[in-house]
């Protein structure tokens, strides 16, 4: 595909998905649609070459647009990614997918239908460090995964039209996907609204995995420090992905605690293992310029994305799960991924 590029919205992070647009699309990127005349008049200043419109129907109408970037607020990805791929657009979508598992079924069903690429704006699995945490996760030394936490922490970007865990969650329980392979089984929550009634703005959620893998994910954005972290426990090596840590973003502790005797009253003794630590090398690159590029090579090839509607369904799948828990009082509730 050598077709025009659009991106939809240019407000918080529209300008990070523009600037790598710009760098790895080039002139293929042709149309900006943004519903905010003070917005679109900034981007106007910034790419002059682009076309700046509040008009969707111009994207929609252009054949020479083969691809979409959908940066606009969550409740309208799914009515405009459905606009989108019904005009025989392939789009990538910023997370969530859709606002329910039944909407983000219908879309991955509907660009498989279509034979156009969607994906997800699902930015982690792009991200260097975790896709190293992936491949050491798969390998021998690891051992067991057995759980996993995550804290997504800090102080703002307070919304009003979805709480925390839909807003920045997203993110944490696409990285658990992916880290354990497997869909998740239930989701347990506790919440609290502090700051909008409407709205929680910390959450403590909970995510069961086939087989008994627990993954546990804080988010706020009421706490005094910006704090970006995953640990991964295996039964044999423990990782910590630190997004804040400009030293050493992953760290591999070899530290464990091995099994050694069942003693004369049937208790298991154990032998601390407290090893080694290192942090590997990583590659440098700006894991949104690698997600833009995976997208493009995907719609150009018609090659499926790593993050494909499928991957949205399972992440959308447990944000539902979550919200029903939070209704229920902390009570497990089921991920329902819509019969897959
Ligand atoms: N991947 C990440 O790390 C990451 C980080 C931040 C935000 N996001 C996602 O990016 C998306 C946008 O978030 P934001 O913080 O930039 O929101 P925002 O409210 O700051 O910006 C949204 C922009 O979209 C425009 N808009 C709304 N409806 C539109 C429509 N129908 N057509 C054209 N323009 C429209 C608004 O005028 C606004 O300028 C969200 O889905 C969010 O989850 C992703």
Do not use: C
């Amino acid at each position: 595909m050598s077709d025009a590029v659009a991106l939809i919205g240019f407000g918080y992070w529209g300008p990070n998905l523009a600037r790598n647009l710009q760098s790895h699309a080039g002139d293929r990127w042709r149309y900006l649609v943004e519903l905010s005349e003070e917005r679109g008049a900034k981007a106007a200043g910034l790419y002059p070459d682009v076309r700046v419109t509040a008009d969707l129907a111009e994207v929609l109408d252009d054949p020479a647009v083969g691809a979409a970037v959908v940066a606009t607020p969550a409740a309208t990805h799914a009515p405009l990614t459905r606009r989108l791929l019904a005009a025989g657009k392939h789009v990538l979508v910023e997370k969530p997918l859709a606002l329910s598992t039944v909407d983000a079924v219908e879309l991955a069903t509907l660009a498989d239908d279509r034979g156009l690429t969607l994906m997800v704006g699902h930015t982690f699995e792009y991200v260097p460090a975790v896709r190293r945490m992936k491949e050491l996760v798969d390998g021998d030394a690891f051992g067991d995964l057995l759980y996993l936490h995550s804290q997504r922490l800090n102080l703002g970007r307070i919304q009003s039209d979805i709480n925390a865990f839909w807003s920045i969650g997203p993110h944490d329980v696409s990285i658990a996907n992916y880290l354990v392979g497997q869909r998740p089984e239930w989701a347990a929550a506790e919440g609290a609204r502090y700051l909008n009634a409407r709205v929680e703005d910390v959450a403590f959620v909970t995510v069961g995995y086939p087989g008994g893998v627990l993954a546990h994910m804080h988010v706020s954005w009421l706490d005094p420090s910006k704090t970006r972290r995953t640990t991964v426990v295996g039964s044999k090596q423990m990782l910590v992905y630190d997004d804040m840590d400009a030293e050493a973003k992953l760290r591999v502790y070899d530290k464990g605690a091995d099994k050694l005797y069942e003693d004369a009253y049937g208790a298991w003794q154990y032998k601390l293992r407290d090893g080694v630590v290192h942090a590997p090398t990583l590659e440098v690159a700006e894991p949104l310029g690698v997600e833009l590029r995976h997208f493009l090579d995907a719609a150009d090839t018609g090659t499926r994305p790593r993050t494909d509607g499928w991957n949205g369904v399972d992440v959308v799948a447990v944000l539902e799960a979550v919200d029903a828990s939070l209704r229920a009082g902390g009570a497990q509730m089921k991920v329902d991924n819509g019969g897959r």
